[in-house]
């Protein structure tokens, strides 16, 4: 997969890199060690610019791959497979939800607290909150129509289970997603990205079949529910520059550094 990048970013020193990202301005990206294994000083020098272009993926992922039936995926033993996803009917907004009974729990990551919720046929919500009573009124106002209870779900326990096998596929997590055909494109890339590695904007555009479309990528990228386990953290600008991340700059940092650290080319 060609890579269109024209602008080099040279290396930076860890404290510009750090006031750059805002990653000290967040006080839970001070326990690096105990999210990443290293030092936020060894984290902020493993995350520049250059080694996030040298970490893009050059894997030759084509829109067949892309396109394998949810369902009944097939594609080989990559994230990708673990991970099934059903789009969640209908997506008028007024009637989202209805009928559902929708199970939520928080439980700990190893970036920081999450608020996770499933339906009957998979997980719907994964997402970090600064506090409980936000991370709850997102949810009801992500599915208005819905009953929300607090309670666990198988969906929820492999869940669990798939995050604190530190993120390598061990389990199988099925999700439940509202969705547009072009969204479920891109977040179906997303998941073909392997651990460790990174990719563009364009990048996703071109696997997905729509090079000219790297902007409403972008857009699609943004309405990810779920933190982790569809990882949009993994794209980042041409020029090596982290770009956003609804879950804040510090942790998409944190997490790329894990990733890089404990794939198996590391």
């Known amino acids: 997969m060609k890579r269109n990048a024209d602008t080099r970013i040279d290396q930076a020193s860890a404290s510009t890199l750090g006031e750059r990202a805002d990653v000290y301005s967040y006080p839970q990206f001070r326990p690096c060690s105990k999210w990443v294994g290293i030092s936020p000083k060894e984290g902020i020098k493993l995350y520049t610019p250059s080694s996030a272009n040298s970490s893009l993926t050059r894997n030759n992922i084509t829109q067949e791959q892309i396109a394998c039936p949810s369902k009944r995926s097939s594609c080989g033993r990559r994230r990708g497979s673990l991970v099934s996803i059903e789009v969640l009917r209908p997506l008028n907004h007024k009637r989202i939800g209805a009928e559902l009974t929708i199970h939520y729990q928080f439980f700990d990551t190893l970036f920081g607290e999450m608020m996770a919720a499933s339906t009957h046929r998979g997980v719907c919500f994964a997402q970090y909150f600064a506090k409980r009573s936000t991370a709850l009124t997102a949810l009801n106002a992500f599915f208005p129509q819905a009953t929300v209870v607090a309670s666990s779900s198988q969906h929820l326990v492999a869940l669990q289970q ?28 997303l998941l073909k990205i392997p651990l460790g590695q990174l990719a563009t904007y364009s990048d996703i555009a071109e ?52 990733e890089a650290t404990h794939s198996s080319g590391a």
Request: with cysteine; aromatic share 8%; net charge positive.
């Open 162 to 189: 798939y995050l604190q096998n530190q993120l390598l596929p061990e389990s199988k997590v099925k999700l439940h997603l509202i969705a547009t055909p072009f969204q479920l494109n891109v977040w179906q890339a």
């Open 207 to 258: 696997m997905i079949g729509q090079p000219k479309s790297a902007r409403a990528v972008g857009s699609a990228i943004g309405k990810n529910p779920l933190a982790l386990i569809i990882p949009c953290h993994r794209v980042i600008k041409a020029n090596g520059d982290l770009g956003q991340y609804r879950w804040g700059k510090a942790r998409k940092a944190a997490i790329i550094n894990w």
